[in-house]
C-alpha cells in the first residue's frame, strides 16, 4: 500500500515561483506520469515527495501519513536519477547494495538480493565492473537495480531515458512497464516526452508553470484536452488550431471553415454534433481543434461525415500514413491520409472530417469548450 | 583526430625554423634552471682542497659523500654538533600533521561549501579566501600571543597549529572548485539511499578526490616544509625546523667556510618536497585519469 496526496504545494526559487499551489492525488499502485515543457516544475516536485527538496507551502502525504518533515531516507521511496549519479568509485554490486549497507543489512543478505536483482535486470555479468566501464543502457539498469533492491513502495523515475538513444529507450520504457506490472508498486515519472508518457502512464499530470493544467488517463488527455496548451503539447504532429464562426444553417449549428480550392478560396459549412453547448455561441468566433487524423482521405472512409474538397499544398511521408500540408482559414494544417490515396502536391482530393472527434476552444482562455 | 604531421605545411621550412626556435628557447631555459643545481650537488661532493684548488664548474674527481655525512649527523649548528638530523626530524613531524589535518578539513570544508549549498555558504568561501592573501609578517605578533595563550609557544605543536591553520584557506579553495564539478544527483542519490553528511563525504566524495588530494598534499608540503619565517619567529634551540637549521649551519660556522658540507645541508633539506613531488606526482598523472569518470 503506497499512496501519495499533495495538497496546496508551492515552492518558490528566489522571486519565480516554481510550483503554485499544487494539488495531487496518486492511488496505490498507480503509474502517474508528470509531463511538461523543461522548467514547469515537474522536476521540483518529484524532488518534494522525495523529501530532497523542502516545500514553502502545503503537504504531503504518504498512506496518509504526513511527511512534511520526514527524511529522505525514512520514506521509504526509491528514485532514479536522469544522469544516473552511479558512485563512480564503487562496482555495480557495491552500487545496488549500498542502500542496503547504509541500512545495516547483513552482507550475506545484501549479497543475495543484489543477485535477485540483477538476474531481474539482467546485469549479473557487470557486477564486478565499474560504472566507467559500462555503456548507456548497462548504467540505466545500474540505477534502476538501486532502486529496485530497497523494495521501496513508491518509485521515482527523473527523465530516466533521456540519456539513452531511440532504440534502447524503446527497450527500456517496455521494461518499466514490465517492471511495473509484475511489482505493483507506486510510480511517478517525469519526462518530457509524450510518447513516454502516453505509453507507460496510467495517469497523466501535463504541468506548465508551475501549475496542472490536466490530470487524466492518456486517453482522456489525448482526446479530451482541457485546453489548448495540453491539445497542443500531446500529440506528434500536434493538433491543428483553425479560427471559425459558429453559424445557424437550416437550424443546424456548425462552424464556416474557410479552405482553399484550385487557388481560389471557399468556405465550407461543418455541422458540429454537440449543439447544445454551443447555442450560446452562435455568430462567435470558437477555435476548432483537428488532429491530423481526424482530416483524412474520404476514398478509405466510409462514415456520414462532412466532406471537404481542397488543395493539397506538400506531402510529408512518414511511412505508415502520408502528411497532406493543406491551407485552412489561411494557415498550414496537416492532415493523415493513406499513402495510396494522397494526391500529388498542387492537386485537389477530397477529405472526411470527423468532427464527432473534434474540439473546441474559446479563443480568449483557450479553455476547452465543453 | 588529425594527425599534425600529416596536416598540410607541416614539414615546410618554416616549419623547422620554428622548431629550432623553440628547442634553443627550452635549451637556454634548462641551463639557466640547473646550472645551480649543478653547482651545488658537484661542489657538495668535493672535499674542501679539491673546492680551493679547482675552478666552480669542474666536475668532482671521485664520489666523496663526507661532506653529506658531516651535514646530516656531526657540523655544528650553534652548540650541537649533531648536524640536520634533529632538525630533519623536527620537520617531518611538523609537516606529517600539518599537511594530513589541513588537507581533511580542507576537504570538509570545501564538501560543505559546495554540494550543501547552505544560506551563506558563497561569503563564508569568500572569507575564506582572504586567509590566502594574508601575509606571513602581519599575523606573526597576533600568532604568538595566540600560541602563547594556548600554551604551545616555542614547540612543535605550535608550528603545527599554525601551519595548519594558514592551510586551509588553500586546501578549501582547492577542494571547494574540485567539488563544484561533481554532481548534486549523486549527494541525492547516496541521500536517497540513506547515507548522512560524512557517510557520503567518506564513502564517496573522498574515493573521488584522490588527483585534488595529491594537489593538496604537494602544496601543503612544499609550503610548509619551506617555510622559514614561522619557524625561526616561534621556536628556538632543540624544536626547530630544518630550514631555520640550516640557516644557523652555514651562519655559525667558526673557522673555514665548509663550502661542501653547506651545500650537501642545503640539498638534505630540499630533498622530501623533491621526493613528495616525484611520488605524488606520478600519483597525481594516474588519480586524473581514475578520475575522468564520464557521466
Known sequence: MATISIEHASKSFGSTKVLKDISLDVKDGEFLVLLGASGCGKSTLLNIIAGLEPMADGTIRLDGEVVNDVHPKNRDIAMVFQSYALYPNMTVERNIAFGLEMRKISKAERKATVREVASTLQIEHLLSRKPSQLSGGQRQRVAMGRALVRRPKIFLFDEPLSNLDAKLRGEMRTEIKKLHQTLKATMVYVTHDQIEAMTLADRIAIMKDGEIQQIGTPQEIYSKPANMYVAGFVGAPPMNFVEVDLVKREEQLGAILPAVLKGEPVDHFLPLPNSKHLEARENTKVILGLRPEIITDSTSTHSSAPEIECDVEFLEPTGADTLCIIRLNGHPAKARVSPLFACPPGESMRFTLDTHRACLFDPTTEQAIT | ?295
Not at chain 2, 602581519?138 to 609557544?153: D, E, N, S, Y
Not at chain 2, 561533481?182 to 536517497?192: D, N, S
Not at chain 2, 609550503?223 to 632543540?238: D, H, P
Open chain 2, 1 to 295: 583526430m588529425a594527425e599534425p604531421k600529416t596536416l598540410p605545411g607541416a614539414n615546410g621550412k618554416r616549419h623547422l625554423l620554428g622548431r629550432l626556435f623553440i628547442w634553443t628557447l627550452l635549451l637556454a631555459a634548462a641551463v639557466l634552471y640547473l646550472g645551480p643545481i649543478y653547482v651545488v650537488l658537484s661542489t657538495s661532493l668535493k672535499d674542501l682542497a679539491e673546492i680551493r684548488a679547482g675552478a666552480l664548474l669542474d666536475l668532482p674527481h671521485e664520489l666523496n659523500f663526507t661532506a653529506w655525512r658531516e651535514a646530516w649527523s656531526s657540523a655544528c649548528i650553534g652548540v650541537r654538533c649533531e648536524g640536520l638530523r634533529p632538525y630533519f626530524l623536527n620537520s617531518v613531524i611538523m609537516s606529517v600533521p600539518s599537511v594530513a589535518i589541513s588537507t581533511l578539513i580542507g576537504a570538509l570544508s570545501g564538501y560543505a561549501l559546495s554540494l550543501f549549498r547552505f544560506r551563506g555558504a558563497n561569503i563564508i568561501f569568500a572569507l575564506m579566501l582572504f586567509g590566502c592573501f594574508i601575509p606571513f609578517q602581519i599575523v606573526i605578533l597576533p600568532m604568538a600571543q595566540t600560541l602563547g595563550f594556548l600554551g604551545v609557544a616555542n614547540s612543535i605543536t605550535g608550528l603545527i597549529v599554525v601551519h595548519t591553520i594558514y592551510g586551509i584557506s588553500f586546501t578549501t579553495l582547492f577542494f571547494r572548485n574540485y567539488y563544484v564539478s561533481v554532481p548534486q544527483e549523486l549527494v541525492r542519490a547516496a541521500t536517497m539511499d540513506g547515507a548522512g553528511f560524512f557517510r557520503i563525504f567518506w564513502h564517496i566524495m573522498l574515493p573521488l578526490s584522490v588527483p585534488i588530494i595529491v594537489v593538496s598534499v604537494i602544496w601543503q608540503f612544499t609550503q610548509v616544509w619551506n617555510e622559514f619565517l614561522f619557524g625561526a619567529s616561534f621556536t628556538s634551540g632543540g624544536s626547530q625546523p630544518v630550514t631555520v637549521a640550516l640557516n644557523n649551519l652555514i651562519n655559525s660556522t667558526t673557522s673555514v667556510k665548509q663550502y661542501n658540507v653547506d651545500m650537501a645541508a642545503a640539498l638534505i633539506a630540499a630533498a622530501p618536497t623533491l621526493v613528495v613531488y616525484i611520488i605524488a606526482g606520478r600519483f597525481f598523472v594516474r588519480g586524473l585519469t581514475a578520475g575522468a569518470v564520464k557521466g
